[in-house]
Structure formats: C-alpha cells, structure tokens
C-alpha cells in the first residue's frame, strides 16, 4: 500500500523566516511524481512545486524548494522568506501511474 | 484562478437524496479528476476520467458514479446521501492522458452539507 504521511499537523513561523515542512511516503513504485499543493483559507487547491522521482535535481520554484531524497523515500518543502500570504494548509501529494494519494497536511501560519 | 469551474459552490441536501455535482475542466485538458476532502479522511481520490473513458478508480463507494461527456465536462453523482458523505468535493483537470506526469489543476471544490 501506498501511504503519505506529514507528521507536522501544525507550524508557525515569523514573516521573513525560512520553515521547511515534511512529508515522507512509502511506495514500492520506481517510477512516481510528488506534488506539494497549498490550500488557503479560500480552500482552492494550488500547485506549489512538483518533482519527478527520476530527477536527482530538487526542484526549486522562487521562494519554495524541496529536498527530495529518494532512499529516504522523503519530500520536503521549504519556504523561504516566508510572506503572510503563505498562511495555508499544505499537502504533500504522491503520485503513481493510476493512483494519487495525499498527506494529511499541515497547517502552516505565518506570524507578522 | 486555475481556469477548472465547478458548480454549485455550495450543496445542501438532507440524508437518502441524490446530488449531482458538475466540472468543466482547463481549455484543453482531457482528464478530469475527482476527490474528496473531509475532516477526518483528508483528500481522497475518488475516479479519473480520460476523454470520456475511465482511467483509474480509487476509493469510491459504489452509492457515487462518474462521467465524462463529450464536451469533456464531467459529473459526480451522489446517491443515498448519509452524514457522512458531507464534505468538500474537488474536481481537477490534466492536460493529457492523466498519467502521473501531468499536474494537475484543481477546481474550487463544491461544498456538500447532508442534513
């Protein structure tokens, strides 16, 4: 079975600071993509950055990156210099050929 | 704004009835997604639909079915609605054969309250 877990249900950091949210997952897949989606208080699910497990390379998308590391089988987000519009739930999202599986996520407040 | 509508924004409807909820997915894209977002599940996937035809299926009760129409909008229906089916339903769109490559772009969900 597939599972994705974010074992952080909350976290805070002041405006300007760097935090970095976790995920890890568990699959016996080689080939797989993971995603991290943010959900404001609006409740629109948004694409933040993705990764192919095929690239070594981290993805890094303006303020946001991850560090992939596939032995580990973990994915996390960091955000950098972080902005009071980055207030949201964050989920981390493992994605297989015909299944598509999703953290529980994290709650993430930024502090002014 | 990520170009998937879903209608209505808001659905409230008591236990035992159907609801039909509807999706037009991006210009473009030919899979459509749907899952569902609860307080105590989280998100779950429910089916995907690829220009018409279904692609994969996840965890959806047989009470819920799916279709893709020819204009590549797509609905859920909901039937025998219980309490627990209350929850925040998102549709998404793919631009391709919705392999797990393609991002995907969701929709801003539609609200069911069963009463």
């Known amino acids: 079975a597939q599972t994705v877990t974010q074992s952080q249900p909350e976290m805070s950091v002041q405006e300007a600071e760097t935090v970095t949210l976790s995920c890890t997952y568990d699959t016996s897949e080689n080939n797989y993509y993971l995603f991290w989606y943010k959900q404001p208080p609006s409740r629109q699910m948004i694409l933040v950055i993705r990764?192919?497990?095929?690239?070594?390379q981290n993805a890094t998308e303006n303020r946001f990156s991850v560090n992939f590391q596939k032995a580990a089988k973990s994915f996390s987000l960091k955000i950098s210099d972080s902005q009071l519009g980055d207030t949201a739930m964050y989920f981390c999202a493992f994605m297989t050929m015909d299944q598509f599986y999703f953290g529980t996520g994290t709650s993430l407040t930024v502090i002014p | 704004d990520s170009g998937v509508t879903q209608t209505p924004k808001h659905l409230i409807t008591a236990t035992g009835q159907r609801v039909t909820l509807r999706c037009s997915p991006r210009?473009?894209?030919?899979?459509v997604y749907w899952y569902q977002q609860s307080l105590d599940q989280g998100l779950q996937f429910l089916i995907q639909y690829y220009n018409g035809e279904e692609r994969a299926k996840g965890n959806i009760l047989e009470r819920f079915s799916a279709q893709q129409f020819p204009d590549l909008h797509s609905e859920l229906n909901l039937s025998s609605l219980e309490l627990g089916d209350s929850a925040l339903y998102f549709c998404?769109?793919?631009?391709?054969?919705?392999?797990?490559?393609?991002?995907?772009?969701f929709g801003p969900g539609t609200r069911l309250l069963v009463l």
């Open positions: 990764q192919e497990a095929y690239k070594q």
């Open positions: 998404a769109s793919s631009v391709g054969g919705g392999r797990s490559q393609e991002t995907q772009y």
């Open positions: 210009s473009g894209d030919l899979s």
